[in-house]
């Protein structure tokens, strides 16, 4: 019996190393190994290997080399600027987030709760969106230390009106963008940006934070008051050297791919929207990125769904996109109203191909009626 070839649909989690990654990274592996904080001739070369790379992200996000920090990962940037704003609020007002925010959205307010501070969740529509005014029904909402709205949905792609929002309120706003960034960009208006650089083809190692000028920020965790690149400690530089070689690479050639990438997309939508009975297809149709496609099959178990999938040799996404090793139901999708069990998120990259959709959607309503049946 031969050995099923596995395409991967899961480029919302991570994409594919991208050359420019994979090249930068190996080049900066010999010179940017050693402490960029350390006088000697090794530090010095990692330090400008470290500021060259600033610069280069700083230019593809369109902001200024000092608002840009280098993270680990995208968790931690967007705990680092979602509790360093509140920590610099003399008299801190409530953590203000949507209800369908990346888990490390969640936890951030968890940790802020667990320490006496305030927190408000702002529902959203059946597609998935905040009001352009969030802080309307927020008691206190004017004096929030903070709001946390995503750029766009990392289950269902739905974009968030970042423009709209940022306009109308004086509360700084931090943007998770890691679902988005690598597709278009990010709406002006933000205070504080965070985006992980998995999600472009980076390697797992690197995140991005970004402070705008004017927006305070204290160090919220422990050690001294010190700077934010301080506070973030140690981090990879060539991590993050791949970071943004990678970034630069996808910024200049998202438009093209985004273009090709909806139309599979859409193909896959009207497919299972005319194939399959009693699905769902959670989430704006238009207006949304253009990778993501998340359907619910009533009736299904989204664990067996997964495995036959995977079986039949496609890597997705099943149940909760930021706890899927648990596979509970999704968060988001409760928070829509829509159905949250048998669903799947397929999600493509740059990779992606219209012979690998084409054979995804041979296979899948015959996977569907077959667990159905089994469970009948």
Request: proline share 6%.
């Amino acid at each position: 019996m031969g050995t099923v070839t596995e395409t991967y649909f899961d480029g919302a989690t991570a994409q594919p190393v991208h050359p420019a990654a994979r090249d930068a990274y190996a080049a900066a592996l010999s010179e940017g190994w050693a402490g960029p904080g350390r006088l000697y001739t090794l530090g010095r070369r990692s330090r400008m290997l470290l500021e060259a790379a600033r610069q280069s992200a700083a230019a593809s996000l369109g902001v200024s080399a000092d608002e840009v920090t280098f993270t680990s990962s995208g968790t931690q940037a967007v705990h680092a600027g979602v509790l360093g704003v509140i920590a610099a609020r003399s008299e801190p007002g409530p953590l203000v987030h949507s209800a369908v925010e990346h888990s490390a959205v969640l936890h951030a307010a968890q940790w802020h709760e667990a320490r006496g501070g305030a927190v408000a969740v702002v529902p959203v529509d059946r597609l998935g969106r905040v009001d352009p005014d969030p802080l309307a029904g927020v008691e206190g909402g004017d004096g929030a230390s903070v709001l946390v709205v995503q750029s766009a949905n990392h289950e269902v792609g739905t974009r968030q009106p970042v423009a709209g929002i940022a306009a109308g309120t004086d509360v700084p706003l931090v943007v998770d963008a890691a679902a988005s960034l690598p597709w278009e960009p990010v709406p002006a208006g933000w205070s504080v940006l965070a985006a992980s650089a998995r999600k472009w083809g980076g390697l797992s190692g690197a995140g991005l934070l970004v402070v705008r000028k004017g927006v305070r920020w204290r160090n919220p965790f422990p050690g001294e008051d010190s700077s934010i690149r301080e506070a973030i400690g140690e981090i990879d530089v060539p991590a993050a050297v791949a970071a943004a070689a990678s970034l630069r690479a996808v910024v200049a050639e998202r438009e093209e791919l985004s273009k090709r990438m909806r139309a599979l997309t859409e193909r896959i939508r009207e497919h299972i929207a005319s194939q399959i009975p009693e699905v769902e297809l959670p989430g704006d149709p238009v207006d949304r990125l253009p990778h993501i496609v998340t359907f619910s099959c009533l009736g299904v178990d989204g664990e067996v769904l997964l495995t036959e999938l995977n079986r039949a040799g496609f890597a997705v996404s099943s149940g909760s996109a930021c706890a899927s090793t648990r596979l509970r139901p999704s968060h988001v999708l409760q928070a829509m109203g829509v159905l949250s069990h048998g669903n799947v998120r397929v999600s493509l990259h740059r990779e992606s191909t219209e012979d690998e959709v084409e054979r995804f959607l041979e296979v899948l309503p015959g996977i569907v009626e077959s667990i159905r049946r089994l469970a009948r």
